[in-house]
């Protein structure tokens, strides 16, 4: 099994910065995929930010500009550097990883925008 170990939610200020990591272990041959996602309450999970094992990203339009994925692939971690934080971003973010040909999830860290 693989586990995916978030951190790094807080709450911070409006315009303030956090930067959220996930970190991959136990049986790992290969990660292809890993990704970001979050729900705010009363909404649908929706997809932040992902990144290939070739490096390639994409980001929804709601962050781009504002939002950077990382990926360490010698330590089968990714992050996310969130800043320009907004109230909006409230929610809780999760870690996805495709190992092989399964997709795990994290447990979430919660991350709260408020003045």
């Known amino acids: 099994q693989v586990q995916l170990v978030e951190s790094g939610g807080d709450l911070v200020q409006p315009g303030g910065s956090l930067r959220l990591s996930c970190a991959a272990s136990?049986?790992?041959?290969?990660?292809?995929?890993m990704g970001w996602y979050r729900q705010a309450p009363g909404k649908q999970r929706e997809l932040v930010a992902t990144i290939s094992s070739g490096g390639s990203t994409n980001y929804a339009d709601s962050v781009k500009g504002r939002f950077t994925i990382y990926r360490d692939n010698s330590k089968n971690t990714v992050y996310l550097q969130m800043n320009s934080l907004k109230p909006e971003d409230t929610a809780v973010y999760y870690c996805n990883a495709r190992v092989t040909t399964t997709h795990y999830w994290g447990q979430g860290t919660q991350v709260t925008v408020s003045p």
């Open positions: 136990g049986s790992i041959s290969r990660i292809y995929y």
